[in-house]
């Protein structure tokens, strides 16, 4: 319905008709980089097309740019078969984002087209200057109109957190999505030189699309690298967690959790994505042989033999620093993911702030996944017992912050009350495996 109000009001307020041929064109780029979407993280998906609908809107206004969102939009929908209902609202909050963006771009001052990409023209630096703010004000505008509906629908639709969500496929992405939207200029400028000097604008499309579909290319490839590797780490981690049959699935539903607080605790996306693998890894030194009889020891450790278990923490980060993208902080993480907060743990003695914020979040996460888990030893703990308990050893073990996290957040908690699979069934990762790493997500829109 919004779409449809703003779409009325740019109808009585709308420029000339650009002509068949260069709407026809513009909107055949767009429906050919709607057809390379990819998957982001949570339930959405991302296009290129976006620089298109902003070229557009530059070149022929608000009205006639929305117009081939709408329909590169829906021919994107139908081709994946999607129904009518998902077709329908993202083929709305394309069109929202288009006529919102140029709404507010002109309402502080922009012109269509913007005078400085007109061939010859001379303007003063701090007016061009001024001009690129105001289209920058216009990219901002589209990308959270577009983030804010997409995030929302997803959020309703998965049973997540609206923060959640929007930090997961937006938040780490958005300069990168600024920095490419200086890609519609160049493609509006190239656009008005050609139809200057050859009088056939449509030819200037050709000097941007080629590039764009190309780095779209290889960003799907090093996606398909990536999809590869987490999925290397997953099978690595499935024949260590064979060993034990009592925490099958624990170390892919503690990064999922790890990941979870992350997110809580607002870190940076680069973090966020750093502390779910070290999580993911956190165990992989139980590995080795010399393990393998405590994991399958169905009463609790002697002495001597939790001494030896003890080492496993070390033992995982050698494993890890074997790869060499994981020194530093995730192999920093996994080392020290059993050291407490008061300084008692191992293998460090690490005290406070000492210790990596990675792994002050893994040891949170273990430790609820072990209480939420059936052991030998005693059967899962009931939620509230989980948060009392973490409560209970807040400031001695655990990092006061991460559990306050973990007591007040809606997503962390939903987690904690879902249930485990019992000993021997299979764990399949929520997230992990369908993912895509967020310096891939450049250049991306999404959509639900």
């Not at 070149?59 to 006639?64: S, T, Y």
Request: hydrophobic share 50%; with cysteine.
């Amino acid at each position: 319905m919004a779409a449809l109000a703003v779409g009325a009001w740019a109808w009585f307020d709308h420029p000339p008709f650009p002509g068949w041929w260069p709407m026809c064109a513009l909107l055949l780029v767009a429906c050919a980089l709607e057809g390379l979407s990819t998957q982001l993280r949570l339930s959405a998906k991302g296009s290129t097309s976006f620089i298109i609908h902003m070229s557009a809107a530059l070149l022929f206004g608000g009205l006639w740019a929305a117009l081939i969102a709408a329909v590169s939009t829906l021919m994107g929908e139908v081709a994946r078969e999607r129904t009518a209902l998902k077709a329908s609202f993202n083929v709305s909050q394309r069109v929202l984002s288009v006529l919102l963006a140029v709404a507010v771009y002109q309402w502080v001052g922009g012109s269509l087209p913007p005078s400085y990409l007109t061939v010859g023209a001379t303007l003063a630096a701090p007016a061009v200057q001024r001009d690129l703010g105001v289209f920058f004000l216009f990219a901002a505008t589209y990308f959270l109109v577009n983030s804010v509906l997409v995030s929302w629908v997803v959020a309703l639709s998965s049973s997540r957190t609206f923060r959640e969500v929007w930090n997961f496929n937006t938040r780490g992405v958005l300069a990168y999505d600024l920095a490419a939207s200086a890609i519609a200029l160049v493609l509006a400028w190239l656009y008005i030189k050609s139809q200057q000097v050859l009088g056939f604008g449509s030819l200037g499309l050709l000097g941007v699309v080629i590039p764009i579909i190309a780095i779209r290319h290889v960003y799907g490839l090093y996606h398909q690298l990536q999809e590869s590797g987490q999925e290397l780490l997953q099978v690595m981690v499935k024949a260590i967690e064979a060993r034990d049959p009592y925490t099958s699935g624990h170390s892919v539903r503690v990064s999922e959790l790890s990941r979870t607080i992350a997110v809580e605790l607002g870190l940076p996306a680069a973090a966020v994505e750093q502390i779910e693998t070290a999580a993911l890894l956190h165990d992989v030194g139980k590995i080795h042989e010399e393990f393998a009889p405590l994991l399958r020891k169905d009463s609790r450790l002697t002495e001597a033999e939790t001494a030896l278990m003890q080492t496993h923490s070390a033992r995982s980060a050698e494993l890890v620093g074997i790869i060499s993208k994981f020194r530093g902080f995730i192999q920093d993480s996994v080392r020290a993911h059993h050291e407490r907060w008061d300084g008692r743990g191992y293998p460090q003695g690490l005290a406070g702030e000492a210790i990596p914020i990675g792994a002050r979040v893994i040891l949170v996460s273990d430790t609820i996944d072990a209480m939420t888990t059936d052991r030998p030893y005693r059967k899962r703990l009931h939620p509230d017992v989980v948060l009392q308990e973490l409560q209970k050893y807040r400031g001695s073990q655990f990092d006061p912050v991460v559990v306050d996290i973990v007591v007040s957040s809606v997503a962390v908690r939903r987690l904690i009350s879902e249930p485990h699979p019992s000993p021997g069934e299979v764990s399949t990762p929520r997230s992990l495996g369908k993912r895509m790493s967020w310096p891939t997500a450049r250049l991306w829109r999404a959509r639900a």
